[in-house]
C-alpha cells in the first residue's frame, strides 16, 4: 500500500512537471463580461422596503479586463472590473491573481485566487425609503476564478475563454442612512459575490 502511494505520488508529481502539461510562458491581455449575483447588504430595523436593486439582490452584469503572465504551471496577474454598470449600487474591484495553469492540448485549464479592494457605491439608493446614504466604501475580498481558455490562430496568439469565480468580502462596515420620514437606521456592508464570464484577448 505504501509503495502504491508512493507510485502514485511520483506519478502526479511528474505530471505538473511535464512541459506538456506546464506549457511556456506567455502574456495573455483579456476582457470579460458576464452575469453575477450578490448577496453584501444586511439589513437592519426600518429597511425592509428598499427595492431588491437598491439591496443589490437582483441579477447584474460586469464588465473587466486582466492581465496574466503564464510562466509554466505558475501564473500571476492582475484585474480589474466594473460590476452593476448603468444600475443602482455600481462596484469596483482591483486586486491580484494568483495560481496555477495546465495545458491539455489546445485548452488551458486556470485554478486562480484572487486577493483585492472592492468597492461598492450607491448602495441602498431608492428615494422612496432611504434620502441618504453613504456614497461608496472600499472592503477587502478573496477569490476564485477558475478557467478555461484556448489559444488559436497565427501562433496561437488569439484567446477565447470562460471564468467562473466566487468572492468573498473578508472586511464589512456598518453604514448610516437617513429614512424617509422615520429618522436614521444601519445596514452592514459586506458578503459575497458569485458569478461567470466569458473573455476575449491576445495571447503574447
Known amino acids: 500500500m505504501r509503495k502504491t502511494l508512493q507510485g502514485c505520488l511520483a506519478l502526479s508529481l511528474a505530471l505538473l512537471a511535464s512541459p506538456a502539461l506546464a506549457g511556456g510562458s506567455g502574456l495573455d491581455l483579456s476582457v470579460h463580461y458576464g452575469l453575477d449575483k450578490y ?120 484567446l477565447v475563454g470562460v471564468w467562473a469565480f466566487a468572492r468573498w468580502d473578508v472586511t464589512s462596515q456598518d453604514v448610516q442612512v437617513n429614512l424617509t420620514g422615520t429618522g436614521n437606521s444601519t445596514y452592514k456592508l459586506g458578503g459575497s459575490q458569485f458569478g461567470a464570464a466569458v473573455r476575449a484577448g491576445i495571447s503574447l
Do not use: N, Q
Open 39 to 158: 448577496d453584501a447588504v444586511g439589513l437592519k430595523s426600518g429597511l425592509g422596503g428598499v427595492r431588491s436593486s437598491g439591496r443589490l439582490k437582483d441579477a447584474s452584469t460586469h464588465l473587466g479586463a486582466t492581465v496574466v503572465y503564464r510562466g509554466g504551471l505558475l501564473e500571476l496577474g492582475v484585474i480589474g472590473e466594473i460590476g452593476r454598470p448603468g444600475k443602482d449600487g455600481s462596484t469596483t474591484l482591483l486586486g491580484a491573481l494568483g495560481g496555477l495553469g495546465f495545458d491539455l492540448g489546445a485548452l488551458r485549464l486556470e485554478a486562480l485566487g484572487e486577493v483585492g479592494a472592492h468597492k461598492y457605491g450607491d448602495v441602498l439608493k431608492d428615494p422612496a425609503v432611504v434620502t441618504r446614504s453613504k456614497s461608496e466604501a472600499w472592503l477587502v475580498s478573496v477569490g476564485l476564478r477558475p478557467g478555461l481558455s484556448l489559444r488559436f490562430g497565427p501562433g496561437d496568439i488569439l
